[in-house]
């Protein structure tokens, strides 16, 4: 649940003095978030959230990091079922009628190899702040083929959340509905001309 997105790059040595940041956004049209929960423990059940916008701050030589947010709009999830999409949006869930907005904010990232590392930063979900670590790859940076020839960072991240620590414990206890959530970003960000 967290575009998250991106939001999600890797900070790999230490910051120069004169770092060369230039500013990414996540392409909405290549941006897709989506969790799986377990359903009463026989399968997992998928979801995918349809609007997300996200920016970071990014220097391609240095690896520095920095302004990194991503907003989901809690309306826009698909579990593929009207009736079920109207009881994840209601109370019990997501509550989009007062909490229309899922955010991820993050500063800061740790290498793990030369494509691979964690961003972590402050997830927001039903007014709660936790903090996540989200899993990065970054699969490829590169000139874009197509339209304006842009630098562009493709990247494919993870990471799991506990819902109750986010106030949302409906079917917990009694296991109707599993209480980690797993998410995935696939996304391409791209850089601001």
């Known amino acids: 649940m967290r575009h998250l997105a991106l939001s999600f790059l890797i900070a790999t040595t230490p910051v120069a003095a004169a770092a060369e940041m230039a500013r990414y956004e996540l392409d909405p049209d290549h941006t897709t978030v989506?969790?799986?929960?377990?359903?009463?423990?026989f399968a997992k059940t998928l979801g995918i959230f349809g609007e997300v916008r996200g920016s970071f701050d990014y220097d391609t030589d240095t690896q520095e990091l920095a302004?990194?947010?991503?907003?989901?709009?809690?309306?826009?999830?698909?579990?593929?079922?009207?009736?079920?999409?109207?009881?994840?949006?209601?109370?019990?869930?997501?509550?989009?009628?007062e909490f229309p907005e899922i955010t991820f904010n993050a500063m800061a990232g740790q290498p793990a190899s030369a494509d691979a590392g964690t961003v972590t930063g402050d997830l927001t979900i039903l007014g709660?702040?936790?903090?996540?670590?989200?899993?990065?790859?970054?699969?490829?940076?590169?000139?874009?083929?197509?339209?304006?020839?842009?630098?562009?960072?493709?990247?494919?991240?993870?990471?799991?959340v506990q819902r109750s620590e986010f106030g949302m414990?409906?079917?917990?206890?009694?296991g109707l509905v599993g209480d980690q959530v797993d998410i995935n970003i696939e996304t391409e960000a791209m850089r601001v001309e």
Do not use: C, W
Request: overall charge positive; proline content about 3%.
């Open 34 to 41: 989506y969790f799986t929960v377990e359903h009463i423990g």
């Open 67 to 97: 302004n990194v947010r991503v907003v989901i709009a809690s309306d826009s999830v698909n579990t593929f079922h009207d009736a079920r999409d109207g009881h994840v949006k209601a109370k019990d869930f997501l509550h989009v009628s």
């Open 128 to 160: 709660i702040t936790q903090p996540v670590t989200l899993n990065v790859k970054l699969n490829k940076a590169d000139t874009y083929p197509f339209g304006h020839k842009r630098m562009v960072l493709g990247l494919s991240i993870d990471t799991s």
């Open 169 to 174: 414990a409906y079917g917990v206890g009694n």
